[in-house]
């Protein structure tokens, strides 16, 4: 049940802390995430929203040390909680057997193109082995009919013969399906999910939603979901964080998010979302100017040049994240005097 | 559900399938398979030996009991180019196979790491591409001695640059995709996800790539052992037999003795290259 302050929340399986990471181009160094903190939880949903390019991604990635060659974790911490014993992701060898072992195993992920994901000369149950059998000690009868189960239980109809198919034959919304098996079948504690719906239709989009919902529901799984679909955080995010330019920018429960959007950002994003009902004389409201290259946001606000409430303030040091209530918090100025927290 | 449908088929039989409808690359294959089965089992096809020298018979235009005549030793022809073919095909086929073989695994190696590695494998590569091939094949030849062994070895240095640059750039662009970084976000290793998920992806390049290096080291034996560097000339080679060809005399009145070779070689090099051009299309995962 979402919304009720007084349930008991699920335990941290991932915390993350002042997160940097960098990108070198050319001879400079930009920084691209630029200090982000936020922990993902036992059955909820994190939903990571902002627009493209503001580094939700990158984020991800990072935690993951997925990062390509020309970037690299600037500072920051990522633990992963492997039941009681921390793991500190930021610590170890990006590609060294014990990443390796976490990847797949512990942390499960899915990507935006369902398409692409897929290798063209397998078959999508070998591939699913794939994975299995990297991380179990498992025979392939055995592997098979774990495969055949979770094809199953994921709705892809006649398993038993589906697993023989190559990826050609499936449609986009089956391969997304067998891109969740594969990432499923270690049984992962935490699910990070790029844009998983992005590249497919609207209806797809939901069954696939509905399937990730379930899986955090019956299974308790920490689920990271990227996106800068609103309806569809609305929908099935339990704690949202507003990025913007590398920077939370806004962070709290899904509800407070909604009805009470702090940060001028997060306002104006939810006012450029169309919905039912919208008149149809009244123009869907756009956030003027552009954004920033990375490399020109030094000091300030990122967001303070196309921000209307902006002041001489917002232009100098660093901005804090204040509280604005229990477990929300913007970074903004137009919050000061209200609590500060710094560690945000 | 469009899902739903069933479509029962394997890779290997849709492959196959589409070989069939690929009229002249079945040709191709069928063709190739006669010539390469006929040189193996030339001990049944002819009765004659390659070798045995029959004065009686001395260079006779062909009849009915030697098919393609006899040279000027009177040794069966059409005896010669089955037992030739032996030592032709193996060398050309051994040679392609073993420097597609290792243009692979280097072309894998500088396509995935990239920098330093990548320069240098390049670099060597081109170094090999520059250098007049007719006269590094010379020099080989003049430094290791005539041999069919020594041949493979020579068209295996001279040869492996093609299928490295193609597999190397096939790398390039195919570690970008997906689902390399799907591999990797799955813990599996490097040297998986090059041999295992990124080269079948690259192999019908490669596949193209080895038939022509076949057809062209065909070529190469023929014109090699023409000039008599090639395979020792005790040893029948379709190369071997027309070099028989170098005398005007031959030429001009014993056309049998130079044809009937050099149709073979050019049938076999037409029947690798249609081949070698359907199982591309055959083999592309992108189709």
Redesign the interface.
């Known amino acids: 049940m979402r919304g009720e302050l007084n349930m008991e929340r699920g335990k941290t399986i991932l915390e993350v802390r002042n997160l940097k990471t960098h990108f070198r181009v050319g001879t400079e160094d930009i920084s691209i995430v630029r200090g982000v903190s936020f922990s993902a939880r036992q059955g909820e949903t994190l939903a990571i929203v902002g627009e493209s390019g503001c580094g939700k991604s990158v984020t991800v990635h990072s935690v993951m040390r997925l990062l390509p060659k020309n970037g690299r974790l600037a500072g920051g911490e990522a633990l992963f909680f492997d039941g009681d014993t921390p793991r500190e992701l930021h610590r170890l060898e990006p590609f060294g057997k014990e990443m390796r072992a976490i990847r797949g195993r512990k942390i499960g992920m899915i990507f935006q193109d369902p398409m692409a994901s897929l290798n063209p000369v397998y078959r999508v149950g070998d591939q699913v082995a794939e994975n299995l059998l990297q991380h179990f000690k498992l025979t392939k009868a055995e592997a098979k009919e774990k495969i055949i189960e979770m094809f199953a239980s994921l709705g892809i109809p006649d398993p038993g013969r589906r697993i023989l198919d190559y990826p050609h034959q499936f449609s986009g919304g089956m391969k997304q399906r067998v891109m969740i098996a594969i990432a499923m079948i270690c049984n992962p504690d935490l699910l990070i999910a790029d844009e998983p719906t992005t590249a497919l239709d609207v209806t797809i989009q939901a069954q696939i939603m509905e399937l990730m919902e379930r899986l955090k529901r019956e299974q308790r799984k920490a689920v990271i979901l990227i996106t800068h679909n609103m309806g569809l955080v609305a929908e099935t995010a339990d704690e949202v964080a507003v990025m913007y330019m590398g920077r939370i920018v806004e962070r709290g429960r899904v509800e407070r998010i909604f009805h009470n959007p702090s940060h001028p950002y997060t306002k104006a994003l939810l006012r450029s979302v169309p919905v039912l009902g919208h008149g149809r004389a009244e123009r869907l409201e756009t956030i003027r100017g552009s954004t920033p290259s990375p490399a020109e946001c030094v000091t300030g606000c990122e967001f303070a040049n196309r921000c209307d409430f902006a002041t001489t303030k917002c232009k100098t040091g660093t901005i804090p994240a204040y509280e604005v209530e229990g477990g929300h918090l913007a970074r903004c100025v137009l919050f000061e005097g209200a609590k500060e927290l710094p560690n945000e | 559900?469009?899902?739903?449908k069933?479509?029962?088929s394997?890779?290997a039989l849709r492959s196959w399938k589409k070989l069939v409808r690929n009229k002249l690359a079945m040709i191709g294959v069928v063709v190739a398979i006669a010539m390469i089965l006929a040189s193996i089992f030339a001990n049944i096809v002819t009765p004659y030996s390659p070798t045995k020298i029959d004065f009686a018979n001395m260079t006779k235009a062909p009849s009915l009991q030697h098919l393609m005549g006899t040279d000027k030793m009177g040794r069966d022809v059409l005896a010669q180019v089955l037992y030739g073919g032996r030592v032709s095909i193996y060398v050309s086929v051994v040679g392609a196979v073993l420097g597609s073989v290792v243009g692979m695994i280097l072309g894998g190696l500088a396509g995935w790491f990239g920098g330093k590695v990548d320069s240098i494998l390049v670099r060597t590569s081109e170094i090999f591409l520059t250098f007049p091939n007719m006269m590094l094949v010379l020099i080989l030849v003049a430094f290791v001695g005539q041999g069919v062994n020594n041949l493979i070895f020579i068209f295996f240095i001279t040869g492996w640059m093609t299928p490295f640059r193609m597999v190397r750039n096939e790398f390039l662009s195919l570690r970008e995709?997906?689902?390399v970084?799907?591999?990797?976000?799955?813990?599996?290793?490097?040297v998986s996800i090059m041999f295992r998920?990124i080269l079948?992806?690259t192999i019908s390049p490669i596949v193209v790539a080895t038939t022509i290096n076949i057809a062209n080291y065909i070529l190469q034996e023929a014109g090699l052992s023409f000039l008599g560097l090639g395979v020792p000339v005790t040893i029948p080679t379709w190369g071997n037999i027309m070099n028989a060809a170098t005398s005007i005399d031959v030429i001009r009145n014993y056309w049998w003795l130079w044809l009937f070779p050099g149709l073979v070689i050019s049938v076999f090099v037409l029947a690798v290259n249609f081949a070698g051009d359907g199982l591309r299309d055959v083999l592309d995962?992108?189709q």
């Open positions: 559900m469009a899902e739903q069933k479509v029962k394997s890779l995709e997906t689902y970084e799907v591999c990797k976000a799955f813990g599996i290793s490097d998920h079948p992806n995962p992108k």
